[in-house]
Nanobody, 121 residues
Framework: QVQLVESGGGLVQAGGSLRLSCAAS????????MGWYRQAPGKQRELVAT???????TYADSVKGRFTISRDNAKNTVYLQMNSLKPEDTAVYYC???????????????WGRGTQVTVSS
């Protein structure tokens, strides 16, 4: 069984910073891409950032230059450093991981339960 657990959300004023963490645990053989998505009230879930096992990253245009995604492969953990936060960044942030649970097994996407980020103006 695989679990992804996010932490680091909270309430912050506009212009402030937060760092989210997401640790994957359980029966894991390898992890390919990891990423962060977010969902604001009344909106669809949207991609924030992704990072491959080799460290290549992609970002949504709305967060480029403000957010940084990184990962620690030894700890099966992905991070999201969020700077210059804006009220429109308010959302539940979810991490995911595309991983295999056994050698030569299929790759599945697993999701965390989410962590709330609220940015006040």
């Amino acid at each position: 069984q695989v679990q992804l657990v996010e932490s680091g959300g909270g309430l912050v004023q506009a212009g402030g910073s937060l760092r989210l963490s997401c640790a994957a645990s359980g029966t894991i053989f390898s992890i390919n891409a990891m990423g962060w998505y977010r969902q604001a009230p009344g909106k669809q879930r949207e991609l924030v950032a992704t990072v491959t096992s080799g460290g290549s990253t992609t970002y949504a245009d709305s967060v480029k230059g403000r957010f940084t995604i990184s990962r620690d492969n030894a700890k099966n953990t992905v991070y999201l450093q969020m700077n210059s936060l804006k009220p429109e960044d308010t959302a539940v942030y979810y991490c995911n991981a595309d991983l295999q649970t056994k050698v030569a097994g299929p790759t599945y996407r697993y999701w965390g339960r989410g962590t709330q980020v609220t940015v006040s103006s």
